[in-house]
């Protein structure tokens, strides 16, 4: 039975980084014309210039991806506004009317008044879209003061999809949901 003896180029035959003897080698063998243990062409001997290499790489590529992200962002935002603003033309020939928009609670058992008209784009009142043609989300921490002053909610870029990346069943194209709001659905 024979045993396998690991390879020279083993880890058991390698010194431990950041030793002196490693640095004296490293330095005599620069001298001398050779090269290192680990020197290969194009390659630094710290290995931290390489760890920092790769983090300045890897933080280009996420900025990269952020910005493709937003851009995508801000031209699924500009449909979605023409898409509103069509609806408004149509909601205003058909004649239906705009209601008073609340702002629930997280744990939906509070409804806050705000200052603003407009029609709900869901069932459960927790998205909608004002006279001006702004979308918002239309929920809000429990609040004691909400209950008496009220809610000003901010609008919101207005997405394609309601309720993207939620449960089964939750989410509908705003096509749709603007359909349904003319109809008479919501």
Same mark, same amino acid.
């Given at each position: 039975?024979?045993? &396998?003896?690991? +390879? *020279?180029?083993?880890?058991? @035959?390698?010194?431990?980084?950041?030793?002196?003897?490693? %640095?004296?080698?490293?330095?005599?063998?620069? +001298?001398?014309?050779? %090269?290192?243990?680990?020197?290969?062409?194009? %390659?630094?001997?710290?290995?931290?210039?390489?760890?920092?290499?790769?983090? %300045? $790489?890897?933080? !280009?590529?996420?900025?990269?991806?952020? @910005?493709?992200?937003?851009?995508? &962002?801000?031209?699924?935002?500009?449909?979605?506004?023409?898409?509103?603003?069509?609806?408004?033309?149509?909601?205003?020939?058909?004649?239906?009317?705009?209601?008073?928009?609340?702002?629930?609670?997280? @744990?939906?058992?509070?409804?806050?008044? #705000?200052? /603003? !008209?407009?029609?709900? /784009?869901?069932?459960?009142?927790?998205?909608?879209?004002? #006279?001006?043609? !702004?979308?918002?989300?239309?929920?809000?921490?429990?609040?004691?003061?909400?209950?008496? $002053?009220?809610? =000003? *909610? #901010?609008? =919101?870029?207005?997405? /394609?999809?309601?309720? +993207?990346?939620?449960?089964?069943?939750?989410?509908? @194209? /705003? *096509?749709?949901?603007?359909?349904?709001?003319?109809?008479? !659905?919501?």
């Amino acid at each position: 039975m024979s045993t &396998q003896q690991p +390879a *020279p180029d083993g880890p058991r @035959d390698r010194p431990a980084p950041g030793r002196d003897d490693d %640095a004296r080698d490293g330095a005599a063998a620069r +001298a001398s014309g050779g %090269a290192t243990d680990g020197a290969r062409e194009g %390659a630094t001997d710290d290995p931290t210039d390489a760890a920092a290499q790769w983090r %300045a $790489r890897r933080r !280009e590529a996420a900025g990269a991806h952020a @910005d493709a992200l937003a851009a995508r &962002q801000r031209a699924e935002s500009a449909r979605a506004r023409a898409i509103i603003a069509e609806f408004l033309v149509d909601v205003r020939a058909r004649g239906v009317a705009p209601v008073p928009l609340h702002v629930r609670s997280y @744990d939906r058992r509070a409804r806050y008044r #705000t200052p /603003l !008209e407009g029609w709900y /784009l869901r069932r459960d009142e927790t998205v909608g879209i004002d #006279t001006a043609g !702004e979308f918002y989300v239309l929920t809000a921490p429990p609040s004691l003061v909400a209950r008496f $002053r009220g809610v =000003q *909610p #901010t609008p =919101q870029d207005p997405p /394609l999809v309601i309720g +993207a990346g939620g449960k089964d069943g939750e989410s509908i @194209d /705003l *096509p749709d949901a603007l359909a349904r709001v003319l109809s008479g !659905e919501v």
